[in-house]
């Protein structure tokens, strides 16, 4: 800036003793100067933001999304066809664990189980028949014709059968009224009027709410910070002003890929006990997953730190670079072990201190 000056008031002195000398284009000259010395005159320097150091707490974590999910879900289908007679809750009623949610028409039901067993009963007599005209011998008897042997095998398969199916029938006469086996809300109810017919598709589920968990995928190269009992901040897109804090319960022993084609575990936390239904299953939140906390620690943005581990700190005489040594580091600072002092201001971008120490160095024209 000095040598700056003092070629300016070089150049002023020269044009003055011209201008004297020749009074008549003094006129002119001194506003062409005035021209080229707005136009060429310096540029005030600019302002790079700073941040002043302080110590305080400083926390390594990793930043994750997942949702709410339900441990206890039950879901519920019919083993066959039938109409539906009986509807006991509709979709998003609260039920209680053994309440009926729906039935089939069993009439159906016990007169196709009563035409199975005479059926099964035909069957039986068949085989006699056939077990009859051998002798009463076992397939294992030598004495049998390979003709015989074979006739009475076919006769033990189709009384099998026969049988096989009554007692299918039976266990779809018994489950043909489906029952809660857990307390919750019917979250998905098929069919929610009698007089529908019922497929071995219909379904109906019910979710304990009191059992949601929040579900986050961590990617594999932070699973092997991720321990349980850490704690966790979530921050739900519906409730955007609140945090809560639980601590992690499980984590995956297995892998899964993600939508974006990485490998990730599912790292799992308890929720509050919903039984306000707060927290649904489905909800997506954003969380933090506090890895470890370290008091009274110096730390820097990562922002600010340039090239070899160099900040720029700010004094009287402008920016000026120094070396520090980093410890651990989160998605935002770095901890400083040493170079720079507590109450030290360090420019956030490193490259515009760097090039504002430079050209107050060499001045504006670089002299």
């Known amino acids: ?190 069919i929610q009027d009698p007089g529908i017919t019922a497929s071995l598709s219909t379904t109906y589920t019910v979710v304990d709410p009191t059992s949601t968990v929040f579900d986050m995928d961590v990617d594999e190269a932070d699973i092997g910070n991720v321990k349980a009992g850490q704690e966790v901040q979530i921050v739900f897109d519906a409730y955007p002003n609140e945090t809560i804090t639980e601590p992690i319960t499980k984590i995956d022993f297995v892998s899964h890929t993600t939508s974006n084609g990485s490998n990730a575990y599912t790292v799992e936390t308890t929720l509050p006990s919903n039984i306000s239904y707060k927290y649904r299953v489905g909800m997506n939140a954003n969380a933090t997953i506090i890895l470890s906390k370290k008091e009274n620690v110096l730390s820097v943005p990562i922002a600010s730190i340039g090239n070899n581990n160099t900040v720029w700190v700010k004094t009287k005489g402008g920016f000026t670079p120094k070396q520090v040594q980093f410890g651990a580091q989160n998605d935002t600072d770095a901890e400083v072990l040493s170079g720079v002092s507590a109450g030290d201001q360090v420019a956030i971008d490193p490259t515009a201190a760097a090039a504002q120490a430079v050209k107050k160095q060499t001045g504006p024209f670089g002299l």
Request: proline fraction near 3%.
């Open 1 to 190: 800036m000095a040598e700056y000056i003092i070629v300016v008031m070089a150049v002023v002195k020269h044009i003055f003793s011209y201008l004297w000398n020749h009074k008549k284009i003094s006129a002119g000259l001194l506003i062409l100067v005035v021209i080229v010395a707005f136009l060429f005159r310096p540029k005030p320097p600019v302002v790079v933001p700073t941040q002043t150091i302080n110590r305080g707490e400083f926390i390594q974590s990793i930043a994750v999304s997942g949702s709410v999910a339900a441990e206890n879900i039950a879901n519920l289908t019919f083993p066959m066809g039938g109409k539906v007679v009986y509807i006991g809750a509709k979709e998003g009623d609260s039920v209680k664990q053994y309440q009926t949610i729906a039935s089939l028409d069993e009439r159906t039901l016990e007169a196709t189980l009563e035409s199975d067993a005479k059926a099964a009963q035909n069957q039986q007599i068949s085989f006699d028949t056939v077990n009859d005209k051998n002798g009463d011998r076992s397939l294992s008897d030598t004495g049998l014709s390979v003709a015989a042997q074979r006739e009475l095998q076919t006769a033990m398969n189709t009384l099998d059968q026969a049988q096989l199916t009554v007692e299918i029938q039976k266990i779809a006469q018994e489950q043909a009224v489906l029952v809660s086996p857990i307390n919750g809300i019917l979250t998905r109810a098929d």
